[in-house]
């Protein structure tokens, strides 16, 4: 499984950038696709989970009601729309697959990562 994630750049606080992460290698619509994110001395976190038909979402609550999470099966891809950014969302973004057709909301829950897009939101 091959995840090539992108959209990642330097955005002033209150803007929007919207990442992709395109997966090869698997059959994507059979599995949850997540969105995490790693800031510098800092754990990583999930930010965002879609189920397979993407009828199924959940967010971090530090992303509630800013971030959206969908996907284009059609196109094997995965998307983060990231509105009202934060300096506090300044992290390296990362999308990744489980391994089975379970639905995570935990960093372990997922087994293959993209290379990850690095987001900086100046104050």
């Known amino acids: 499984v091959q995840l090539q994630a992108s959209g990642g750049g330097l955005v002033q606080a209150g803007g929007s950038l919207t990442l992709s992460c395109t997966a090869s290698?698997?059959?994507?619509?059979?599995?949850?696709m997540g969105w995490f994110r790693q800031a510098p001395g800092h754990e990583r976190e999930i930010v965002a989970a879609?189920?397979?038909?993407?009828?199924?979402?959940r967010y971090a609550d530090s992303v509630k009601g800013r971030f959206t999470i969908s996907r284009d099966n059609a196109k094997n891809t995965v998307y983060l729309q990231m509105n009202s950014l934060k300096p506090e969302d300044t992290a390296v973004y990362y999308c990744?697959?489980?391994?089975?057709?379970?639905?995570?909301?935990?960093?372990?829950?997922?087994?293959?990562w993209g290379q990850g897009t690095l987001v900086t939101v100046s104050s």
């Open positions: 990744a697959v489980p391994d089975d057709v379970g639905y995570y909301f935990t960093r372990e829950g997922y087994k293959y």
């Open positions: 290698g698997h059959t994507f619509s059979r599995y949850t």
């Open positions: 879609i189920g397979r038909t993407g009828a199924s979402t």
